[in-house]
T-cell receptor, first 113, second 110 residues
Framework: GVSQNPRPKITKRGQDVALRCDPI?????LYWYRQSLGQGLEFLIY????????KSGLPSDRFSAERTGGSVSTLTIQRTQQEDSAVYLC?????????????FGPGTRLLVL | KNEVEQSPQNLTAQEGEFITINCSYS?????LHWLQQHPGGGIVSLFM???GKKKHGRLIATINIQEKHSSLHITASHPRDSAVYIC????????????FGPGTSLSVIP
């Protein structure tokens, strides 16, 4: 399945963190989501193949993401703030017959102290 | 008004009951997803719909594109169905975006 690391991550405010997602091999689409404590899921960014990503959901310019070789993706948060504490979820998907199926990773639980 | 709404927000049912969770949306969509999130955070994609009806085991999902409404039904509910059920829509815009509903917390009591 989709794997993510680290699983839990504790960091101090102001530090940079990098969250990694390994999608299922062959899946062309990759999504990053965030779920803050007690909140619903929030869309962050979406990669489709080699196309430029849609960055509209990134909450601030401290957030960036890249996807290398159409596979592994890294979500980077610079100068972390306490409000960045959340579970960061990655999902990959494939299209078949015009339909998409998403597979979610286990998430990275980020705590910013 | 939120673009994706769900009802009810919380639901408690007795084991064996038939359960319905509703989702309504106000935007043009390419597809609608039903997701299940268990305590501890694991998320499972249950259905992806663009029209009609789908069935998998005891779960049935329907969508009415004209009315911008979808329902998730659980027949013969079981305590292991206890989870948060989330409706999400893929939005038709100049780019791809997913909007999530607030979720419905279901508790099935033995």
């Amino acid at each position: 399945g989709v794997s993510q690391n680290p699983r839990p991550k504790i960091t101090k405010r102001g530090q940079d963190v990098a969250l990694r997602c390994d999608p299922i091999s062959g899946h062309t689409a990759l999504y990053w989501y965030r779920q803050s404590l007690g909140q619903g899921l929030e869309f962050l960014i979406y990669f489709q193949g080699n196309s430029a990503p849609d960055k509209s959901g990134l909450p601030s310019d401290r957030f960036s993401a890249e996807r290398t070789g159409g596979s592994v993706s890294t979500l980077t948060i610079q100068r972390t703030q306490q409000e960045d504490s959340a579970v960061y979820l990655c999902a990959s998907s494939f299209f078949r017959g015009g339909r998409e199926t998403q597979y979610f990773g286990p998430g990275t639980r980020l705590l910013v102290l | 008004k939120n673009e994706v709404e769900q009802s009810p927000q919380n639901l408690t049912a007795q084991e064996g009951e038939f359960i319905t969770i509703n989702c309504s949306y106000s935007v043009g969509i390419s597809a609608l997803h039903w997701l299940q999130q268990h305590p501890g955070g694991g998320i499972v994609s249950l259905f992806m719909l663009s029209s009609g009806k789908k069935k998998h085991g005891r779960l049935i999902a329907t969508i009415n594109i004209q009315e911008k409404h979808s329902s998730l039904h659980i027949t013969a509910s079981h305590p292991r169905d206890s989870a948060v059920y989330i409706c999400a829509v893929g939005v038709v815009t100049s780019y791809d975006k997913v909007i999530f509903g607030p979720g419905t917390s279901l508790s099935v009591i033995p």
